[in-house]
């Protein structure tokens, strides 16, 4: 086998360019640090005008949209998604788990929803509430100076609210709410559920002269091309390489982290996807942000005497700890939103309201809480509209079905009269929860795939039911009719497969004691000092906040971190 | 350069990006390019490919097509707003038949939309003796009035009402992601513009109203272009 080696040094090898890798490339890059940045996808640019599916219409798909080729469809932004040619994955059987990939410059920052939310002090601290899960080894406050940097280098909208889990920050002003998320206030506030402004990345106002503002298409997923919402590719990456310090990799797949006979990271090989050759680099530093699986995959396929189980494994816990946000949701017809009038409500590219956990744990029967977040309004027709052009006739004692002209008014009658609540919600994370190497199939580059096992417990069932429970009293408290039937314990209460919400963390999570956790308080692994991990795998538990915010306020920190250490020559 | 070459020419530049390790583009690119020049959406070379697969294959025969037609228009004749030819339909029956061939997609082309022609044409004979294709628009109709409703529960006409609901949602989901339907809709949206909250009409019209304190903190849109700047509290100054 024909292996290249590169003749250069690099001081740090980040691997994938998401929001960890992205974030950990600028701030490594700007000190001065050489960089070599290793992404297993193509190089993309949501401004470049031959990968844009921003502002394109459905007919300009021969599919009208559908979700063959991309699983949310045509002009969704990820190259790859639950299932990739040629990659595959395993679950043990009795259990499920569905594992994203975005394979591509920004990975998973091209196409998510934007919510940037901060953990709070109570996050890091879960077990002192309730005894279950871990805590994490750093606190709110130490973190806070990142997340104060982040929101001003990245920018988020949102408004100050002074509620104790739900940390303020730097925000731009919030869009005003569309038609029907004033039904969604009206409704909450009825049931006293919280309801305040979302907190998306989405620039609703200039932030720098290097990035656009919003210009309200409601396209987010599709990433933009001016810049206006945050993307690693276009906000971290591809202004990083123009300061020269960075070598980029693309359509490269690393397989393992290359150690020395000390068992210290000297480098990482890759397979070059267009020409299917093994290249190996050499770094100082190896920091991986794969994403928390891929980066777990990584670590244990890099076996060697030093280090017999994978790299960085003595304590047996990569992969250990895999955990998602829990997701359950329902439809909501709000008869009062028929036959609207039609203007231009696309907004920003997700939701302008949304409700934060607003309950105590204590006094209910599962531990840990869930945000809700609202759909809905006269969106972009996609493939699939009209397809029971009038299913709601049920509610009014008429024929559903049926075909003529009438049909036509039928859409045009239910057009944007549905709402949708999704509760997003905190797992207890689980050693039993986990993915592991399958010796038995390698994927087409010749890698060791994953094999995972991971199952609900109880405690986010009960979450699950609450959630139906309540999305059931918020639309009947915004004059609504809960759609379909309620899911009950027999459907497991609607809960998302493991996975699907594309949220899993956990993989090498992060703590005091080597025997306890995989990497310490800076992401770097017990077992070898010179590798770091930046990407979601850290996590000791999620909250029910998206992960990315605090992917990116860690990965700075940890960034710096190695700034200094490497100023100090410890490393 | 005629738009068709100036697209096509972009192509190749993607292409070229793509295949970075290709000498030259192949006669096969070059007939690709030559089939999906029209849809230029943003794709990977591997969807160029797949979109190529389902853009030259023949799936529906030309009778087949035609009876398409004929219940595509009766589902949602034509009138001054558009109609179902003007929408490209048919071609996505057709499309669609060869897109969703995947085993994922339980080969739907021959088993949902070839199956339910020839559902439709047992019917047709069965009562009239003739296939779908050769039968009164007002036989049509006095099929469609058994199969087009969810509440008849004819055991014998169980498929046929599963298929119909699929004729139907294909018609109108063909209509209405096209120019014409999107037109007809009244959409929008997808262009460029300042969101700056809901109409006052349409506030008054379903007596809802934006309370004071919130919309005092969203975005003072003729600020927008300002740089943000805010005070160590987190407070925004500009």
Redesign the interface.
């Known amino acids: 086998m024909e292996i290249i080696k590169s003749k250069e040094e690099y001081d740090v090898i980040v691997v994938g360019s998401g929001a960890g890798g992205g974030m950990a490339t600028k701030i490594l890059s700007e000190a001065g640090v050489k960089v070599a940045l290793v992404e297993s996808g193509?190089?993309f640019d949501p401004a470049n005008?031959?990968?844009?599916?921003q502002?394109?219409?459905?007919?300009?798909?021969?599919?009208?949209?559908?979700g063959?080729?991309r699983a949310f469809g045509?002009?969704h932004m990820s190259?790859g998604d639950w299932s990739i040619?040629g990659e595959p994955y395993s679950s043990e059987e009795g259990t499920d788990f569905k594992w994203w990939r975005s394979r591509m410059l920004g990975g998973r920052t091209n196409h998510w929803g934007r919510i940037s939310l901060r953990f709070g002090p109570k996050d890091f601290k879960s077990k002192d509430y309730d005894g279950l899960g871990e805590n994490w080894p750093i606190s709110y406050e130490d973190i806070k100076p990142y997340y104060d940097k982040l929101d001003?280098m990245v920018?988020v909208?949102g408004?100050?609210e002074n509620m104790f889990n739900e940390p303020?920050?730097?925000?731009?002003?919030?869009?005003?709410?569309?038609?029907h998320e004033?039904?969604y206030i009206?409704g909450a506030r009825k049931s006293n559920v919280k309801v305040m402004?979302s907190r998306l990345s989405i620039l609703?106002?200039?932030?720098?002269n290097e990035r656009g503002?919003c210009?309200?298409?409601?396209?987010c997923d599709r990433s933009c091309s001016v810049y206006g919402d945050f993307s690693s590719s276009s906000c971290l990456v591809i202004p990083s390489l123009k300061g020269g310090m960075v070598d980029l990799y693309v359509n490269s797949m690393v397989n393992e982290v290359l150690t020395d006979n000390n068992g210290r990271a000297n480098g990482v090989s890759f397979i070059n996807k267009?020409?299917g050759k093994d290249y190996k680099i050499k770094g100082k530093i190896v920091v991986l942000a794969a994403s928390a699986c891929a980066t777990a995959r990584i670590l244990l396929n890099s076996k060697s005497k030093a280090h017999p189980n994978g790299l960085g494994n003595s304590s047996n816990l990569i992969g250990k700890y895999l955990h998602d946000t829990t997701g359950a949701g329902r439809g909501v017809f709000i008869p009062?939103l028929l036959n609207r009038?039609?203007?231009?409500?696309?907004?920003?590219g997700g939701m302008h309201v949304y409700s934060p956990w607003w309950l105590d744990s204590k006094k209910l029967d599962f531990p840990r809480g869930y945000h809700i977040e609202i759909g809905g309004g006269?969106?972009?027709?996609?493939?699939?509209?009209?397809?029971?052009?009038n299913e709601f006739n049920k509610f009014f004692g008429l024929?559903?079905?049926?075909?003529?002209?009438s049909?036509?008014d039928d859409?045009?009658k239910y057009?944007g009269s549905t709402i949708y609540l999704s509760g997003r919600g905190e797992a207890i994370p689980l050693k039993e929860n986990y993915c592991a190497i399958d010796t038995d199939t390698n994927d087409k580059y010749g890698i060791p795939v994953l094999k995972f096992r991971y199952k609900w417990s109880d405690n986010e069932f009960k979450q699950a039911k609450h959630m139906q429970d309540t999305f059931e009293e918020l639309a009947y408290n915004m004059g609504g009719i809960p759609l379909g039937n309620k899911p009950t314990k027999k459907d497991n209460y609607g809960i998302s497969v493991p996975g699907e919400i594309i949220h899993e963390v956990g993989t090498t999570r992060m703590g005091n004691d080597p025997k306890n956790s995989v990497v310490n308080k800076y992401e770097r692994l017990h077992d070898v000092d010179n590798v770091y991990v930046v990407d979601a795998a850290p996590f000791v538990s999620q909250a029910d906040k998206n992960p990315t915010w605090t992917i990116m306020a860690l990965s700075m920190r940890t960034s710096e971190h190695i700034i200094s250490e490497l100023k100090k020559q410890n490393i | 350069m005629k738009r068709r070459d100036s697209i096509k020419t972009?192509?190749l530049?993607?292409l070229g990006?793509?295949l970075?390790?290709k000498s030259c583009i192949t006669s096969e690119d070059e007939l690709m390019l030559d089939q999906v020049w029209q849809?230029?959406?943003?794709r990977?070379y591997?969807?160029l490919k797949?979109?190529y697969k389902?853009?030259t294959g023949k799936f529906f025969s030309n009778t087949e097509l035609k009876s398409i037609e004929k219940i595509a228009n009766?589902?949602?004749?034509p009138?001054d707003?558009g109609n179902i030819k003007d929408a490209?339909v048919v071609e996505?029956f057709e499309?669609?038949a060869k897109?969703?061939s995947?085993p994922a997609?339980n080969e739907y082309g021959e088993k949902v939309l070839r199956r339910g022609l020839v559902v439709f044409d047992k019917i047709c004979n069965v009562r009239f003796g003739l296939k779908l294709l050769y039968c009164e628009d007002i036989q049509i109709?006095a099929v469609?009035d058994d199969i087009?409703?969810?509440?008849n529960n004819d055991e014998d006409l169980q498929e046929a009402i599963r298929l119909f609901?699929v004729y139907?949602?294909m018609v109108?989901?063909?209509?209405?992601?096209?120019?014409i339907?999107?037109n007809?809709?009244?959409?929008?949206?997808?262009?460029?513009?300042?969101?700056?909250?809901?109409?006052e009409?349409?506030?008054k019209?379903?007596s809802?109203s934006?309370d004071e304190d919130?919309?005092s903190?969203?975005?003072?849109q003729s600020?927008?272009?300002?740089?943000?700047e805010?005070d160590e509290e987190?407070?925004?100054l500009?």
């Open positions: 193509p190089y005008p031959e990968q844009q599916t502002l394109k219409w459905p007919w300009e798909s021969p599919r009208r949209g559908a063959t080729n045509d002009f190259y040619d001003k920018g909208y408004t100050k303020d920050g730097f925000f731009l002003p919030p869009p005003k709410p569309r038609l004033l039904f009206k402004p609703t106002k200039r932030i720098n503002i210009f309200y298409c409601g396209q267009e020409n009062e009038k039609i203007y231009n409500e696309d907004g920003v006269m969106k972009l027709p996609q493939y699939g509209i009209g397809w029971n052009p024929r559903t079905g049926g075909y003529g002209d049909l036509r859409v045009k057009y | 972009m192509f530049g993607s990006a793509t970075t390790l849809y230029n959406y943003g990977t591997e969807e797949w979109d389902v853009l009766i589902i949602l004749p009138n707003k490209g996505l499309i669609i897109d969703f995947t997609h109709k469609f087009a409703f969810s509440d609901a139907r949602g109108l989901t063909g209509y209405f992601t096209s120019e339907g999107i007809d809709l009244g959409y929008k949206g997808n262009t460029p513009n300042v969101w700056d909250g809901v109409p009409d349409v506030l019209e379903y809802v934006y919130w919309i903190r969203c975005v003072d600020k927008r272009n300002d740089l943000a805010w987190g407070n925004l500009t």
